[in-house]
């Protein structure tokens, strides 16, 4: 099946020749199948309808609908004034979150195409994408825009975004816990908060498969605690607009602008949780090959390594966390550290030696990436620390797990930060800039946990109520 459309109905049938007639307007190809001449065709559309024989009923891409009316057919087909919008992604994807929010935002329709569902889909992207599985792939009016930015789909689809010079109590950049928590405690202070988010909210911990270390949650996904504490901020009233990414902050009198690549934002005050990026190795191969065989999302990508084998390079939390992960689906993960030891806490130590399909490789520098005849990855080579030996290491696919970056780089000038690029706070998560505050991994001696995340959030609300009060 490749995106098929059947439309069960009959000759006579006013709804069907209606349907009929919007398919054909929009040049989309359908099946037609008259239920008077097929006695199959009859049945199938009784055990759809629960026993009632009702026309038209649309199968798209799997999925039934009964009579759909015009309107109902645009939003599942993705038809606008401006054409027809086609997304294949997946629900996992950060990326493809923030487009279809976007779209949505804007009153776009779009279809929407899991690839993880509809298993025609992934070589049409790979085709699309010259073999790579890139996603969100989008098609407006056959015209392909591949992880696009929201700028991107703005002007291919002529969208008008209104400039807004509302001010805001509070502007929160960076939509992961920490934020997230600010705008929970500020809206119910009445405070009115807008959260910018460059691509989906929940930071880092939308990118967790699984957290076990969240009060109140002996065991939950990241996606999902993420999406509970979204909701809570939209249902104290915060605003929250993904696809945003702030490239300067300028203090005009009592009122910060906040600038987009799109457009700007005022506010009273504002919070900088932007939190922090995964670190790079820097090493050949490496830049050519991101996206392509070299990972820093175990959630994101690892699915397309399904039965095949994976390098993870790290020792600490996040690679043997990660690295479990991905075991259960994997055909083998090979840990590469660089130290003797482990640095990770002994709970994901003690789990290794229980994973059968995980090899562990020790006191090994990681020196390039290589590439086989294809161009595409093909494994790594290592140098073992002890004995000054070169070896290559051979897998499908690699994951980079070996610390964090601070988001921070549009706020130089703006507040202090120390060596490393981590905001300087004090008191109630206070900068150096009046009304400014920090809160998150962004922040200089904050704990990368989600647990810690919410009471850094919980922090800056107090410090944005005292500011904001006087």
């Known amino acids: 099946m490749n995106n098929e459309i059947i439309l069960y109905g009959a000759d006579w049938c006013p709804d069907c020749r209606r349907a009929k007639a919007f398919l054909k307007e929009h040049n989309i190809e359908y099946t037609f199948i008259d239920v008077d001449l097929d006695e199959s065709a009859t049945k199938t559309v009784e055990t759809i309808n629960n026993g009632k024989r009702i026309i038209p009923t649309i199968i798209i891409n799997g999925k039934s609908y009964t009579n759909p009316d015009n309107n109902h057919l645009a939003s599942v087909l993705g038809i606008n004034e401006q054409g027809r919008v086609i997304l294949y992604g997946a629900d996992w994807c950060p990326d493809c979150r923030k487009s279809k929010s976007y779209l949505a935002d804007n009153k776009i329709n779009f279809q929407f195409i899991d690839i993880d569902s509809n298993e025609w889909a992934i070589p049409l992207v790979e085709k699309i994408n010259n073999g790579k599985r890139k996603i969100p792939t989008i098609l407006i009016n056959d015209e392909v825009f591949v992880e696009p930015e929201n700028s991107t789909l703005r002007d291919a689809l002529k969208i008008n975004e209104e400039k807004t010079e509302k001010v805001f109590d509070s502007i929160i950049i960076g939509g992961g816990a920490a934020g997230l928590t600010t705008a929970i405690y500020a809206q119910r202070d009445r405070f009115e908060t807008l959260i910018l988010e460059k691509k989906t909210i929940g930071g880092n911990a939308f990118l967790t498969e699984r957290i076990e270390n969240y009060p109140g949650f002996t065991s939950i996904s990241g996606p999902d605690l993420m999406d509970k504490m979204e909701e809570q901020a939209k249902t104290y009233g915060a605003t929250i607009k993904t696809g945003e990414e702030v490239i300067d902050i300028i203090k005009e009198k009592d009122v910060f602008v906040v600038k987009t690549k799109s457009k700007h934002f005022l506010g009273r005050s504002v919070v900088l949780s932007t939190g922090s990026t995964y670190k790079k190795l820097n090493i050949p191969g490496e830049s050519e090959l991101i996206g392509s065989g070299v990972h820093f999302c175990a959630t994101c990508d690892g699915a397309f390594y399904r039965d095949r084998e994976v390098i993870v390079i790290g020792g600490g939390n996040s690679a043997l966390e990660e690295a479990i992960f991905l075991s259960g689906f994997t055909k083998k993960v090979k840990i590469i550290n660089r130290n003797e030891d482990f640095t990770a806490s ?14 562990t490789y020790n006191n090994k520098e990681s020196l390039e990436f290589k590439v086989g005849e294809n161009g595409a990855f093909a494994g790594l080579e290592v140098r073992d620390k002890v004995s000054g030996e070169q070896e290559i290491i051979t897998a499908d696919g690699v994951f980079i797990f ?50 810690a995340a919410t009471g850094e959030g919980v922090l800056a609300s107090y410090g944005l109520r005292e500011f904001l009060k006087d």
Do not use: C
């Open 346 to 359: 002994r709970t994901y130590i003690d789990k290794l030696p229980l994973v059968e399909n995980i090899e």
């Open 402 to 451: 070996i610390g964090l970056i601070p988001n921070n780089q549009s706020f130089k000038g703006l507040v202090d930060t120390n060596d490393q690029g981590f905001i300087i706070t004090t008191g109630l998560a206070k900068t150096s800039t009046e009304g400014v505050f920090a809160a998150g991994d962004n922040r200089a001696g904050a704990i990368a946990q989600v647990a």
